[in-house]
Each structure stands twice: as structure tokens, then as C-alpha cells.
């Protein structure tokens, strides 16, 4: 940006203090303020709107800004009696919040930020690189064309501007930004193919992919790496991958360019590199191996951080496998660096948990906490704990995790991260309703909703709404919970978020059920099966509704098959609701097991804290009963 304010305005300002530590902005992420590297806690700004004007004044940072324009992002129509009052009240407290009062500079109608070396907006930072490299390539400089790449990647952190997810007025920098982030990695991966390091080139390809998949130019520079490492299978494979996406999703054939290459790989080589045989594993897996070869060397750490950033997405987005594979290979990259490590071993738990594998989980949260604890992440440490009591959870502490929950969200919303406060909080909510207590469940995911309304954080959003479901449909509000679902699979589909889709589809089953359409719930929760392939949790909750849908219907053939399924995954939270289903099957065959295992069931459930499932369990008992009495009574008669 350029060093001095542009719009001719006059501005006056106090005089700052030298600083040589200067002021540290963070729009990449979540949104956070340092001063001497330690984090200014969200109240320091008494309220939301200062933080929000903080960033306004950031993201334009070098021009003034109208009053007016700041009360219209502040409150829109629904503006205060007097805005103007109202408006330098807030101003006050972002300026005491930031210590300097100079730092906001006060123009002759509006704001703005500080444009000198007291503050430091890492935006700013990642602009900066992204120049440099385009310089570099323009004088065919590529090593230093992709140092300045990779730099400018470094600086990226997180979705830009995430508290704004939905405010008007940061739409043209996020999706600037993020255009800006995708010709980093596309530059980056032209840059290393040249420098002859395939397989970085790789990396960064596949990274672009994941933010935005039908882009083909990510996608033929990904090929091409691929074909440059030997995987000659595996380009040929990720082009017939493209031009299926681009039929399916777009109804346009691929490009002239991309058919060129495609034919350029399928002409025999005629270099021996190429001779060996093409390698059978997936492309991912084989890039993996290819990586993993690097060791420690060269810029190990750093690609790590990326590869760790690329498991989290993959397993959101595709799968928990691939995302599996990605952090392990992380793991690899970081050697003996703790930060890194920290990071690849925190991606890995969580993925690790929901895959069941929990032995694994716990050891590598215990170590990630250890490594975070030593560098002194205390925002990292968080997380761990935060992972700590999910995986209490899954493993089916419901009573004991949900307590915990409260005390995981309260501590991250004392240290102001309001993103991380909506997973903990939300989950108790849920956690609630599997413990027979809907009422309360509900207060604690309304709670959650409006943080992650406020921030417009879209995944969070979708997760409390997929909660708010289950909650409604448990207090026989079918119809507000079938909305609300709705809104969850709309909001996860258009984030092509795969887990949250299935979480969508999950809740929207038990909705239909409790609004007594099957026929509806049938549909819903079969897409959920399907879309749920990999992810062991919800592929059990699937099975499990499904049947007990089945069952409903006096279909008790094929609800035997889900229940066999849903028994089959190796998270034991989920496994309450397959035991449930067992136990109705049981019951409608009336099979003389019956009764025995609908006790273990009902005492595992009462000692786990699964309420809901309990109680149900002592109907299908207590029906029982009643029906062996009325037999009885028959045959005396």
C-alpha cells in the first residue's frame, strides 16, 4: 500500500511513542491484535463494534474513511438515535484498547489507521511477498520467485477476514484476497516445476485445488507435476478427474490447453527416467512418499505447516483418510522443529479421533500439548484440552465430556477467540440432548449460534444448526427442526464441507422421524449413508436412524443389515444409538435374546450419561413386560 493517505483529506494526529516493537494487526484468521507479541484479550475493547471498526480501518489502512461510510458498516439501517456520539464513543475505546491513541488518526470526516512503522498488518505482509514474486518471475528469477511465493504463503494464516464472514462490506477484500492467495500457489507451483522440484509443485497444485477445485489451471499444473515425478497414472487419472468435474458440475468441456497436455502425456517416452513401471498407490499417496523422501531437509518446517493446513481441509472437505495420510506425511516434514510438530501432531489427533483410532489420538494430543506448552502456545494449548474432552466424548463419556465442554469454552472465550468458542459450546448443547436434557441443550447451542452469527463463521453456523436439529426434533418441534437442517445442508453444501453435509442429513433424518415421514427420513438418512463413507461416527448414526426408520416401517429384513453396520464403526458415541436400533429389531422379531441385551444396553447408556437412549431402552422393557403379562393372563384364562 502506498505510505501516504490518498483523497487529498487533511489529517491531524497526535504525536505516537517510538516503539520499536510495533503494533501487530491479524486479518488472516482469526482476528487478533498484538502488542510485544502477546495477544490484547477480546474485552480490552469493550464490545464487538470497536474490534469490527479496528479492522475496517486495517483493511483500508492508508485512506481515510468517512463517518457515515463506518456508521452504515457498524449498524446499517438500524442506526442509533445519535450515530455521530455513538460513533467517537466507540472510536475511544479502539484507541485505548491499541495503547496508542495516535494509531488512530482522526481526519476531517473520518478515520484512519496509522500508515508508518508502529503498526504491522500481516495482509499487508502477504501483499508485499506476492509483489516481490511477481517481480522476480518477470526477470525469470524463479528461486527467487518462489522464496517470495512461499513467503507470501507463510504469512497466510486463515480465511481472511472470518469474523466478516457475512458483512457487505468485507465481500471485495475477502474474495480479492483470496484470488490473491490462489495466484501465490498457482506462481509458486509454475515457479518450482521450472526449478525442477515436482513435488513442491505438487504441494502448492493440490493446495489451490482445495480452495477452489474446478479452477483449471491449479488442476493442469497439478498434472503436470504429477507427470514430472514419475506418476504418469496419476496425471492421467487427475485429468479424466477434471473434465468428469467439469461435465458434471459446469456442463463445459475442458480447454484446448488441457487436452494438449493430456495428449502430450500419452505419447511414449522416450527418456529411460521414465521407463519404470507407473506407480499403483493413489496420486496423493504417491506425492506422500515422494515428500517424505525430503526428510528434514531444505524448508522442512515450513512445508509441513502447509501440509498440515492441507490435512485439515482434506478432511473436511474429502476424506479423513487422505486427510490421514497428508498429516502423517506433516509429521515427516516438521523433523525436529516443535512448532511445526505441534501443529502436525494437533491436525493428526483430531483426524486420528474421528477415524476411531483413538490410542493414537491421545498420544499425539499428549505430545503436541507437551511441544505447545514448550514453546508456550498457550492458545495451542487450548486446542489440546479442547481435543482432550472431544475425544472423551467419542469414546462415550457423554455425562463426564459435556460437563467439560463448559469449562473448554469458557477458556477460550476468555482468551478472546471467539471461533473456538462455538465447537465446545455447541457440542455441550448436543451433548444435553443425548443426555435426556433437549431444554437445556438448546440454550447452550443458541448460545454457540449467535457467536458464530456474529462473527460469520459459516462452518460454525452450519455445525449449531445441525445441533439445533437434533434439539428441536427432541422437543417434538419437527417443523422448526426440519428448517433448520435445511439450512445446515445448504449452508455445508455450498462450503462443500462433507462431514457437516452427513451432520446435516443425520439430524434431518431424526427430524422426518419425529415428524412421523418415513418415507422422508428413509431418503435423507440413505444420502447421509452414502455421504458419510470414511467418517466412522456418522456412517454409525446414519445406519443406526436408517434402521430404526426401517423398523418403524415393519421392514425388518433390510433394517437388520444397517443395524449390522452401524455396529460396525469404532466410535463408541455413536454406538448408543446402534444398540438402540439393535434392541428394537429384537423387539419387533420378538427374539428371545431380547432382554438380555436390551439390560447391557440400558446399563451402559445409564453409566455413560446417554440419557435419551435409556429411556427408551426402559420402554422397549417395560413393553416387554407388559406383554409377557397379558400372554400370561391369556393362558390362565
Known amino acids: ?177 483470496e484470488r490473491l492467495q490462489l495466484e501465490a500457489l498457482e506462481a509458486g507451483a509454475r515457479a518450482a516445476l521450472r526449478l525442477g522440484d515436482a513435488t513442491q509443485a505438487t504441494q502448492l497444485a493440490e493446495m489451490a485445488i482445495v480452495r477452489d477445485p474446478l479452477r483449471e489451471p491449479a488442476r493442469l499444473l497439478f498434472i503436470e507435476a504429477l507427470a514430472e515425478v514419475g506418476d504418469l497414472a496419476g496425471a492421467l487419472r487427475a485429468f479424466e478427474e477434471l473434465r468428469r468435474l467439469f461435465s458434471e458440475e459446469l456442463g463445459v468441456e475442458v480447454s484446448a490447453e488441457a487436452i494438449a497436455l493430456r495428449d502430450r502425456l500419452r505419447r511414449p517416452p522416450t527418456s529411460p527416467d521414465h521407463l519404470e513401471a507407473a506407480p499403483t498407490t493413489t496420486a496423493a499417496h504417491d506425492t506422500a512418499e515422494a515428500s517424505a523422501q525430503l526428510g528434514g531437509q531444505g524448508s522442512g518446517p515450513r512445508r509441513a505447516l502447509m501440509l498440515s493446513s492441507m490435512a485439515a481441509l482434506a478432511a473436511g472437505s474429502e476424506s479423513y483418510e487422505r486427510g490421514a495420510r497428508l498429516a502423517d506425511l506433516a509429521l515427516l516434514e516438521a523433523g525436529g522443529d516443535p512448532g511445526a510438530r505441534a501443529e502436525a501432531l494437533a491436525v493428526g489427533a483430531v483426524i486420528d479421533m474421528n477415524l476411531g ?192 426408520t426401517l423398523i418403524r416401517a415393519d421392514r425388518l429384513e433390510e433394517a437388520g443389515e444397517f443395524v449390522q453396520q452401524a455396529l460396525q464403526q469404532p466410535v463408541a458415541s455413536a454406538l448408543f444409538e446402534a444398540r438402540l436400533a439393535q434392541v428394537e429389531l429384537l423387539a419387533a422379531r420378538n427374539e428371545p435374546e431380547f432382554e438380555a441385551i436390551a439390560r447391557r444396553a440400558l446399563s451402559g447408556a445409564t453409566t455413560s450419561g446417554h440419557l435419551a437412549s435409556a429411556r427408551r431402552l426402559r420402554e422397549l422393557l417395560a413393553n416387554q413386560g407388559a406383554d409377557r403379562q397379558r400372554i400370561a393372563g391369556q393362558d390362565e384364562e
Open 357 to 548: 483410532r483413538f490410542p493414537r489420538s491421545k498420544r499425539r494430543t499428549q505430545e503436541a500439548l507437551s511441544l505447545f506448552e514448550a514453546v508456550g502456545d498457550r492458545h495451542g494449548m487450548a486446542r489440546m484440552l479442547d481435543v482432550q474432552v472431544m475425544r472423551d466424548f467419542m469414546t462415550g463419556r457423554i455425562a463426564d465430556a459435556t460437563e467439560a465442554f463448559a469449562r473448554v469454552a469458557t477458556l477460550f472465550e476468555e482468551s478472546g477467540d471467539l471461533l473456538r468458542v462455538v465447537v465446545p459450546r455447541s457440542t455441550r448443547g448436543h451433548g444435553l440432548v443425548f443426555m435426556d436434557r433437549p431444554r437445556e441443550g438448546l440454550d447452550e447451542i443458541d448460545r454457540a449460534l449467535g457467536v458464530a452469527e456474529e462473527i460469520g463463521h459459516a462452518e460454525g453456523v452450519a455445525y449449531c444448526l445441525w445441533h439445533r436439529c437434533e434439539a428441536l426434533a427432541a422437543l417434538g418441534e419437527p417443523g422448526k427442526a426440519i428448517s433448520d437442517g435445511e439450512r445446515a445442508l445448504a449452508i455445508a453444501q455450498r462450503l462443500r464441507h462433507r462431514e457437516w453435509q452427513a451432520a446435516s442429513m443425520c439430524g434431518l433424518g431424526v427430524a422426518h422421524l419425529a415428524d412421523n415421514n418415513l418415507a422422508a427420513a428413509e431418503q435423507i438418512l440413505r444420502r447421509a449413508l452414502e455421504t458419510a463413507a470414511g467418517i466412522p461416527v456418522f456412517t454409525s448414526w446414519a445406519a443406526a436412524r436408517l434402521a430404526r
Open 1 to 177: 500500500m502506498s505510505s501516504a493517505p490518498s483523497g487529498g483529506f487533511a489529517l491531524t494526529s497526535r504525536d505516537g511513542r517510538a516503539n520499536n516493537d510495533p503494533l501487530e494487526i491479524r486479518l488472516l484468521g482469526r482476528f487478533r491484535v498484538l502488542r510485544q507479541g502477546q495477544e490484547l484479550p477480546a474485552t480490552t475493547f469493550g464490545g464487538r463494534l470497536p474490534r469490527t471498526i479496528v479492522r475496517v480501518l486495517a483493511v483500508r489502512r492508508g485512506t481515510l474513511v468517512p463517518r457515515d461510510v463506518l456508521a452504515d458498516i457498524l449498524w446499517g439501517e438500524g442506526a442509533p438515535a445519535d450515530p455521530d456520539a455513538n460513533l467517537d464513543v466507540l472510536v475511544h475505546r479502539a484507541r485505548r484498547a491499541l495503547v496508542d491513541p495516535g494509531l488512530i488518526i482522526t481526519g476531517s470526516s473520518g478515520y484512519a489507521l496509522a500508515d508508518d512503522g508502529r503498526v504491522h498488518v500481516d495482509v499487508e505482509a502477504f501483499r508485499a511477498a506476492l509483489i516481490e514474486g511477481r517481480e522476480h518471475v518477470a526477470r525469470n528469477d524463479d528461486a527467487r520467485a518462489l522464496r517470495a511465493f512461499q513467503s507470501a504463503l507463510d504469512a497466510w494464516s486463515g480465511e481472511p477476514l472470518a469474523e466478516d464472514f457475512y458483512a457487505d462490506w468485507a465481500q471485495p477484500y475477502r474474495l480479492e484476497l
